[in-house]
């Protein structure tokens, strides 16, 4: 079960910094009501966000697969 979430993590963490506008347009766009690009510092943040994600989802996996 937890080695399943560890890669659900990594994936979303994948999509995060590989697809930085999509992840925009799938969480916050509905919040505005103008239709508005992500902001650079946003696109950076989804980034780092997503590499620590796909890292820790990937160790997680890792380390749950070897101890169980």
């Known amino acids: 079960m937890y080695i399943f979430l560890g890669i659900v993590i990594a994936i979303i963490g994948a999509f995060m910094l590989?697809?930085?506008?999509?992840?925009?347009?799938?969480?916050?766009?509905?919040?505005?009501?103008?239709p508005a690009e992500?902001?650079?510092?946003y696109i950076l943040n989804a980034r780092i966000g997503g590499g620590i994600f796909l890292v820790l989802g990937i160790a997680g996996a890792i380390v749950l697969a070897v101890l169980g």
């Open 18 to 34: 590989l697809k930085p506008e999509s992840f925009y347009k799938f969480t916050e766009s509905w919040k505005s009501s103008t």
């Open 38 to 41: 992500p902001s650079d510092l």
